[in-house]
């Protein structure tokens, strides 16, 4: 039997929708609580820089997908445990951490599970997965405190990405099913780059398409190959965890929080240090 490989789409998604600029406005200088809003000179809608207190400046924000504005990684992960289950196997945790934030290279639970019973699974069984998968997914809301962070970056004008390791057709399908496509100025996914996280190409690409200075962003993950990407690309990183990552070490972040709902995105910047490299 012809092995099938896992999907990493989902066909009740809308792919047909372009990333769109959204509504423009220009950004004033603004004393807002310790930050400095000021003018720059990029044009109408991304005009603004925070100048933090230590001095450093920030024009723009880039976010992970899954598991940080969607928990996709729990229903995957979920989908995988009940297969492995249902054959009387033990999904390794430790193996599956390896590929949260990047891809299946080191590890692919199909290929795993079917080494373990020595034949191939059935088509039947990965499509009742993705089945269960999706529908799981569907299920959930954009995790707290994405929006408000969206909306207050978009409102001092900071330009705002996504970085994933996933596929483009994965990421902006969800986005665009959730209504927020639109709010981000730049994707970049594993179709866009050689190497994806734990390497810093997808960030580095990020920033290209912003025409940022890694040290002029943050970055925002939920995994340790998401925060090593992020800094060995040069940029400050926050880790907000989920519950699959929640279990896993962080501390090259240059700032843990529990979720975004913690703080305010003033609160996020003066929290953050100077970036520093990961090798």
């Known amino acids: 039997m012809q092995r099938v490989e896992e999907a990493e789409k989902d066909h009740e998604h809308d792919r047909d929708r372009d990333e769109g600029e959204a509504g423009q406005h220009r950004a004033h200088p603004t004393d807002r609580g310790g930050l400095l809003w000021i003018a720059g000179g990029l ?19 880039v976010f992970d997908f899954d598991g940080l504005i969607l ?5 995957v992960y979920r989908s995988w445990l009940e297969v492995y289950e249902a054959h009387g196997e033990e999904l390794p945790f430790e193996r599956w951490v390896q590929i ?23 088509k039947e069984v990965l499509d009742r997965r993705i089945g269960r998968r999706t529908e799981m997914i569907l299920a959930q809301q954009l995790l707290p405190g994405v929006i408000p962070h969206l909306d207050a970056a978009r409102g001092l004008g900071l330009k705002l990405g996504v970085a994933s390791s996933s596929t483009a057709e994965w990421v902006r399908g969800h986005l665009a099913r959730l209504g927020i496509l639109e709010r ?24 290209d398409c912003l025409g940022v200075p890694p ?46 709902a913690e703080v305010t995105l003033q609160q996020l910047l003066d929290r953050v240090d100077p970036p520093t490299e990961t090798s």
Do not use: W
């Open 43 to 61: 044009g109408v809608r991304h005009a603004a820089t925070a100048i933090l207190s230590c001095g450093n400046v920030i024009r723009a924000i």
């Open 71 to 75: 928990d996709t990684e729990e229903p």
């Open 100 to 122: 949260v934030g990047s891809t299946t290279t080191g590890f692919h639970p199909q290929y795993h599970l079917e080494e373990r019973l020595g034949r191939p699974l059935p």
């Open 184 to 207: 981000f100025d730049c994707m970049r996914c594993r179709d866009d780059v050689a190497h994806v996280k734990p390497e810093p190409d997808l960030y580095v690409a990020v920033l």
């Open 215 to 260: 040290t002029e962003a943050i970055a925002i993950e939920d995994s340790p190959n998401g925060v090593t990407a992020a800094k060995r690309a040069g940029m400050r990183c926050v880790a907000i965890p989920n519950s699959i990552t929640a279990r896993l070490d962080l501390s090259h972040a240059d700032l843990i929080l529990a979720s975004l």
